[in-house]
């Protein structure tokens, strides 16, 4: 059974430009999760997307923002590029509704370098 | 406050022996899972084991093993008969009640290893 698969695995990109990041997740998985995780700061939530809608969102700027499709694959869009931006984006899928010891399950990540 | 604390920027172990990675966490809710997670330098994250705020004992997972003392709200990951394998980042991640999607990760801590 194929994991969760990100596009690219890297990602160069210059200040004020836009990037755009996907993820497909294992198949059955209905909800998707975007983590950034940046030098030394550990994983901070971005945006949990499930059944097509946005459910929850973490404490960024909305110069990011996503959306997931009908297959359950989503895209992440950071506008307007900041050097702080640069980090590995992490993108992780699980069932709708998680108990006990179901987990989520990450794919790879994308290096996003912005210069 | 933060959710998970890992005062542990980085572990050095010799082969073989055992070593201890420490986390605490922060809630008031009495439903609530652990979870480590490894992430190897290929960045994707891995999950090891899994321990429930209502279970009587500490969880096994092969060479790993949780002390989780619920009084102190710790929940230490134990590496048994380490291996040049297990150099990696390990995170501490928490999961709030009993059913829910939202993870609050820790800052991880970097093992090495010696030979």
């Known amino acids: 059974e194929a994991g969760v698969t990100q596009s690219p695995t890297h990602l160069i990109k210059t200040r004020g430009q836009q990037a755009t990041l996907r993820c497909s997740p294992i198949?059955?998985?209905?909800?998707v999760y975007w983590y950034q995780q940046a030098l030394g700061l550990g994983l901070q939530f971005l945006l949990w997307?499930?059944?097509?809608?946005?459910?929850n969102r973490g404490n960024f700027p909305p110069r990011f923002s996503g959306r997931q499709f009908p297959n359950y694959s989503s895209e992440l869009n950071v506008n307007a590029l900041e050097l702080e931006d640069s980090a590995l984006y992490l993108c992780?899928?699980?069932?709708?509704?998680?108990?006990?010891?179901?987990?989520?399950?990450f794919g790879p990540g994308t290096r996003l370098l912005v210069l | 406050a933060q959710k998970i604390t890992q005062t542990q920027p980085g572990m050095f172990v010799q082969e073989k022996e055992a070593v201890t990675l420490d986390c605490t966490y922060d809630t008031s809710d009495p439903s609530y899972g652990l979870f480590w997670y490894k992430q190897p330098s290929s960045g994707e994250m891995i999950f090891l084991i899994y321990?429930?705020?209502?279970?009587?004992q500490n969880a096994t997972e092969g060479r790993y093993s949780l002390n989780f003392q619920k009084a102190r709200k710790s929940a230490n990951l134990v590496i048994s008969a380490s291996q040049l394998g297990d150099s990696a980042m390990y995170f501490c991640a928490m999961r709030e009640g009993n059913t829910g999607n939202q993870f609050y990760f820790g800052t991880g801590t970097s093992l090495t290893v010696i030979p």
């Open positions: 198949s059955g998985h209905t909800s």
């Open positions: 997307y499930d059944e097509g809608e946005e459910r």
């Open positions: 321990q429930g705020s209502y279970d009587q």
């Open positions: 992780a899928s699980s069932s709708s509704r998680l108990a006990g010891r179901e987990t989520q399950y």
